[in-house]
């Protein structure tokens, strides 16, 4: 038994953020973002818009691709860092959204590797004959809690919102489908990447001092960030193609997270892989975490970059530090 992607779906918010925006609102040029990180523009969300909206505009289009009712599916796994609330997570809320009663919803917190790690628990409940019709989705809303101070510029340019989805469905063939997933994580590395407030560790959770000191917003080390993304998404490639006997040279597309263009040229140059067969479009949407691979998987889909027998795989690297990678032949 294979699992097999038979619809993808996107969406991204209306509004457009461009550089020239943000160097409205904080201290920085359009000239700094694009050489430093391929960015051009991004989208935000409005107000009263979380990422369960995002996903479930997603996930109406990677049904409808699979020719599914979304009466059809059977579970929902959603991945996310930026939930519509501290909790529940948005699984259930896109459950609802799309009208469906009582299926099972997962939410997996993995951050920019969290589609990865989604796609994996998927593979293996069909794989185990547990569901035949699994829907993915991975959104978030960044643009909310970014610190558009100097403290955090370095940041809040990179990150935008949008959602992605994918339909997983089992097929009784070989020919076809995920060949394999690779998941990784170092946690001596948490607080290279995170948003350390607010924490259920403090009493009380909420305190003025960490409004001053700027602690509720996400930081990270971007330099230890990007030396391991530049190791480990390679690493975590090589290790997969090994795993299914396949060489570089097999790989059709390589879809990196959208993190950094720089961290994809490096990837790319790593990989000895010509830059033409990696999708790349975080010029148009920045770096949208979980959302940012399911987004290119479908836009490549879409314009005909993905053709039925591809070897596409797939690479993450983020908070946590957590990594890995996906083979699948199309
Ligand atoms: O999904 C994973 C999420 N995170 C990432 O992928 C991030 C990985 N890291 C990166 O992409 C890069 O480290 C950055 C793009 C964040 C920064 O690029 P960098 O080449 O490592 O720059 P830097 O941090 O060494 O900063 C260089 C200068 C500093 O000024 P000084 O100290 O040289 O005067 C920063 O203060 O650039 C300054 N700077 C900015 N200037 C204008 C930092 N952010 C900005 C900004 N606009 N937004």
């Known amino acids: ?44 969300a409005e107000s009263g818009i979380g990422s369960s909206d995002l996903a479930t505009e997603a996930a109406k289009k990677a049904i409808e691709m699979a020719g599914l009712k979304p009466s059809q599916i059977e579970f929902i796994i959603a991945a996310t860092l930026s939930p519509d609330h501290y909790f529940p997570g948005i699984g259930v809320s896109v459950q609802t959204k799309l009208g469906l009663a009582s299926i099972g919803a997962l939410d997996v917190r993995n951050q920019c590797s ?107 080390d971007g330099r230890s960030v990007f030396k391991n993304a530049c190791e480990k998404m390679p690493e975590a490639v090589r290790l997969a193609l090994s795993h299914n006997q396949l060489t570089i040279d097999d790989v059709d597309v390589l879809i990196p997270h959208q993190a950094n263009e720089r961290i994809t040229q490096m990837v790319a140059k790593n990989l000895n892989i010509p830059i033409e067969k990696v999708i790349r479009n975080i010029d148009r949407y920045g770096n949208t975490t979980a ?38 032949r199309w």
């Open 1 to 44: 038994m294979r699992s097999i992607i038979t619809g993808t779906g996107s969406y991204v918010p209306p509004r457009v953020v461009t550089n020239f925006d943000l160097e409205k609102i904080m201290n920085t040029s359009d000239e700094w973002i694009r050489q430093r990180t391929g960015i051009i523009e991004r989208r935000y």
């Open 114 to 220: 969290g589609f990865i790690y989604a796609l994996s628990v998927a593979d293996q409940y069909i794989r185990a004959g547990t569901f035949r019709r699994i829907l993915l989705v991975a959104a978030e809303v960044q643009s909310a809690n970014l610190d558009y101070s100097d403290e955090g510029r370095d940041m809040a340019v990179l990150f935008g919102d949008g959602a992605g989805a994918v339909v997983i469905e089992a097929y009784d063939g070989n020919d076809r489908g995920i060949l394999s997933t690779h998941l990784f994580a170092d946690g001596r590395f948490v607080a290279d990447l995170w948003m350390e407030k607010p924490s259920p560790k403090d009493r009380p959770v909420f305190k003025e001092e960490y409004i001053r000191e700027r602690r509720y917003f996400p930081r990270m």
């Open 291 to 328: 959302a940012s691979i399911p987004i290119a998987l479908d836009e490549a889909c879409r314009n005909g970059k993905i053709k039925p027998g591809n070897i596409v795989v797939l690479t993450a690297f983020g908070s946590g530090y957590t990594w890995a990678s996906a083979v699948i």
